[in-house]
C-alpha cells in the first residue's frame, strides 16, 4: 500500500469502553474479539507515530449500552427515578467520556444513545437527566455533538412513527446531529426507503430554521448489505457475494435513487465513509494476501465512487469505526498485525481517493479527512479546513 503526505485527520466515528462496561453492552458476549478494554490509550496507540501529528482527535459514537423502555405514565410524569434508571447505562456513558474529554483534548464531541422511538417529551426529560443546561453544565453542552440511534435491529416502521420523526426534527432544529443506523442487510431496502420518508418530512418543511443541526448516515453499513442480500449470507458475515449477480445493477441503482433523494432534499444530509472491513467478505477463496488491497478497493470503488457524485467532496466524512473496523481486518491482511487497523484503513482510503480522482493535499481531500466532521459536528477545531 502506498502512502501519501497526510492531511489533517477527525475520526468522525470511534467507540470507546473499558471491561467494566461490558456487562452494560447490548451487543458484547465474553467470545467477541471485542471484548477487551478499548480505552484512549488504546486507540491512540492503533495510530502510527507518523500520523499523530495529522491526527487532530475523533468524535465519540454510542456503543449500544443496555437500557430499557419507562412506562408511558412514567414519562407522561416525569418520575425522574424511573427514567434514570431506565437509561442508567446509557447516562452513564455520557459521563464517562465527558471525564475523558476533560483529560484530553482529543475528545472533540460525543454523540450519545437517546430515546428517539419515544418522541419528544422523553427526548426532553433524556435531556434533563444528562445535565446539558446551566453555566455549570457549559462544558457538557459544549461536548454534546448530537444524539444516534438505530434502526438497524428494529421492527419495520420503527423511524416513520409519527412520535421518532418528531423527536428526530426537536434534535436537528436544536442544531445537533441526528446519526442514524441503518442495516439493509437485516432490515431489507424498504429500511433505507423509510429513512428517506421520515427525513424528507423534516427537512422539507417550509418553516426551516437558519441553524439547523446535520443528519448523518453510514454509507458502508447500507453500501454492503446489499452485497449480503445477493449471497444469502447472514448479519454476521458477508459470506460470497458475487457481485457479477444481475441483481446487483438493479439493487445498486436503487440505493443511488434513494440516496440522491436523501441528497437533493436538504444541504444538512450528509454520509460517512467508515465501517469497512466487518462488512467485506473474509473468503479466502476471493482474493490472497497479495491481492487483497486491490480486491478491497475493487469491491467499495464503484459504491464510494457513486456516493462521491451524489453528496460531493464537501458531504462525506471519513471515520475509522474503531475497534470494529479490527473484525476482519485480520482475515483480510493477516500480514499485518490487528492493531494496524486503523492505519489500514487510512491508507486503503488514501487508494480510493486515487481511485475517485481527489487531489493529494487538496480541499476535496482535506474536507473529507477532517472539514467536513468541523462543520457537521460544530467542533471549533482551528487549521483544518
Known amino acids: 500500500m502506498a502512502s501519501n ?57 454510542e456503543t449500544d449500552r443496555r437500557h430499557t423502555t419507562p412506562s408511558q405514565n412514567a414519562i407522561a410524569s416525569n418520575d425522574t427515578a424511573v427514567l ?6 446509557t447516562l452513564e456513558e455520557f459521563d464517562f467520556v465527558h471525564l475523558l474529554s476533560r483529560e484530553s483534548k ?5 454523540v450519545p444513545w437517546a430515546p428517539m422511538n419515544l418522541g419528544v417529551p422523553a427526548m426532553e426529560q433524556y435531556w434533563s437527566l444528562l445535565a446539558l443546561d446551566g453555566e455549570a453544565e457549559n462544558g457538557r453542552r459544549k461536548m454534546l455533538k448530537g444524539f444516534r440511534y438505530l434502526v438497524q435491529d428494529k421492527p419495520r416502521g420503527t423511524i416513520t412513527e409519527p412520535e421518532f420523526v418528531a423527536a428526530m426534527e426537536w434534535v436537528w432544529r436544536k442544531g445537533l446531529v441526528v ?28 418553516d426551516i430554521p437558519i441553524e439547523t443541526g446535520a443528519f448523518v448516515i453510514s454509507m458502508l453499513s447500507i453500501l454492503y448489505s446489499h452485497s449480503r442480500l445477493l449471497t444469502g449470507g447472514n448479519i454476521d458475515h458477508l459470506c460470497k457475494p458475487d457481485l457479477r449477480h444481475t441483481r446487483v445493477e438493479s439493487l445498486r441503482a436503487r440505493w443511488s435513487e434513494l440516496l440522491t433523494s ?18 467485506l467478505p473474509h473468503d479466502s477463496e476471493l482474493y490472497t494476501p497479495d491481492s487483497a488491497e486491490s480486491f478491497m478497493l475493487d469491491q467499495v470503488g464503484p459504491w464510494a465512487e457513486e456516493a462521491l457524485r451524489i453528496f460531493g467532496p464537501r458531504r462525506i466524512l471519513w471515520g475509522s469505526d474503531w475497534p470494529v473496523c479490527k473484525l476482519g481486518y485480520e482475515k483480510m491482511f493477516p500480514e499485518l498485525d490487528s492493531a494496524g487497523a486503523w492505519e489500514c484503513w487510512r491508507m486503503l482510503t488514501v487508494g480510493l481517493f486515487h481511485r475517485m480522482g481527489i487531489e493529494e493535499g487538496g480541499h476535496d481531500e482535506r474536507a473529507i479527512w477532517a472539514g467536513n466532521a468541523v462543520r457537521v459536528y460544530k467542533l471549533g477545531v482551528e487549521g483544518s479546513d
Open 5 to 61: 503526505k497526510q492531511s489533517p485527520i477527525i475520526d468522525s466515528h470511534i467507540h470507546l469502553f473499558n471491561p467494566s462496561h461490558l456487562p452494560h453492552l447490548a451487543w458484547a458476549v465474553p467470545e467477541s474479539p471485542l471484548y477487551a478494554a478499548h480505552s484512549v490509550r488504546e486507540y491512540l496507540a492503533s495510530i502510527p507515530v507518523a500520523q499523530q501529528a495529522a491526527f487532530e482527535g475523533f468524535v465519540f459514537i
Open 84 to 89: 434514570r434508571e431506565s437509561w442508567k447505562w
Open 106 to 110: 482529543l475528545v472533540r464531541g460525543i
Open 179 to 206: 446519526e442514524i443506523g441503518i442495516d439493509v442487510r437485516s432490515g431489507g431496502i424498504e429500511q433505507l426507503e423509510e429513512a428517506v420518508w421520515a427525513i424528507r418530512q423534516i427537512v422539507l418543511k417550509n
Open 262 to 279: 436523501l441528497a437533493t432534499s436538504h444541504a444538512s444530509i450528509t454520509i460517512k465513509l467508515s465501517g469497512v472491513f466487518s462488512e
